[in-house]
Antibody, heavy 121, light 110 residues
Framework: QVQVVQSGDEVKKPGASVKVSCKTSGYKFSSYGITWVRQAPGQGPKWMGWISGYNGDTHYDQKFQGRVTMTTETFTNTAYMELTNLRSDDTAIYYCARASVLVRGGPFDYWGQGTLVTVSP | QSVLTQPPSASGTPGQRVTISCSGS????????VYWYQQLPGTAPKLLIQRNNQRPSGVPDRISGSKSGTSASLAISGLRSEDEADYYC???????????FGTGTKVTVL
């Protein structure tokens, strides 16, 4: 069965970076993509971007361009999302989810449990 | 704020039918597939409807989705207490060149 497991919660200081991992199993990693979504406290989800499990192509939301890097490690079926220059308004739960192999191609059908990133002085 | 507008709340008694709207534009809903997600408190979103009106395996047939022009709807019939959750529409936006989520609707079972 498909499983998506994220790394643990993080506490960071403003200006620092955070790297969240997303380990998948139960499907062919190269046939899908991974999308990242964040949700600030009391807010709705916000799409951050997508990475292809096939060739590592990425597509980032304009809001995060220049601060976010998404990568994959195909031999462990793991995706990573790194966000730099953290600010207090980056405090949120970060989710990864399985997505289509095409950036605009399909649903986010299996989700990780979420990783809480808290940015505090 | 989001380019997809949903009513902030909806409610019904057990057994009733509740409908949630998602209003967008020709750059998102009219041109692309709509997806619906359910989020129970403290959990990750769960896919309810894909490609406007298709239910993934395991989603009961009392849940349905539809789309017309620049709007989409999610209907929950035979309302149950476990349907109390937040519901979000999501769609690719051609102008923003990315996915957008709706403002969200909190469903309460009275």
């Amino acid at each position: 069965q498909v499983q998506v497991v994220q790394s643990g919660d993080e506490v960071k200081k403003p200006g620092a970076s955070v790297k969240v991992s997303c380990k998948t199993s139960g499907y062919k990693f190269s046939s899908y993509g991974i999308t990242w979504v964040r949700q600030a406290p009391g807010q709705g989800p916000k799409w951050m971007g997508w990475i292809s499990g096939y060739n590592g192509d990425t597509h980032y939301d304009q809001k995060f361009q220049g601060r976010v890097t998404m990568t994959t490690e195909t031999f462990t079926n793991t995706a990573y999302m790194e966000l730099t220059n953290l600010r207090s308004d980056d405090t949120a739960i970060y989710y990864c989810a399985r997505a289509s192999v095409l950036v605009r191609g399909g649903p986010f059908d299996y989700w990780g449990q979420g990783t809480l990133v808290t940015v505090s002085p | 704020q989001s380019v997809l507008t949903q009513p902030p709340s909806a409610s019904g008694t057990p057994g009733q039918r509740v409908t949630i709207s998602c209003s967008g534009s020709n750059s998102n809903i009219e041109s692309n597939y709509v997806y619906w997600y359910q989020q129970l408190p403290g959990t990750a979103p769960k896919l309810l409807i894909q490609r406007n009106n298709q239910r993934p395996s395991g989603v009961p047939d009392r849940i349905s989705g539809s789309k017309s022009g620049t709007s989409a709807s999610l209907a929950i019939s035979g309302l149950r207490s476990e349907d109390e959750a937040d519901y979000y529409c999501a769609v690719w936006d051609d102008n923003l060149n990315g996915y957008v989520f709706g403002t969200g609707t909190k469903v309460t079972v009275l």
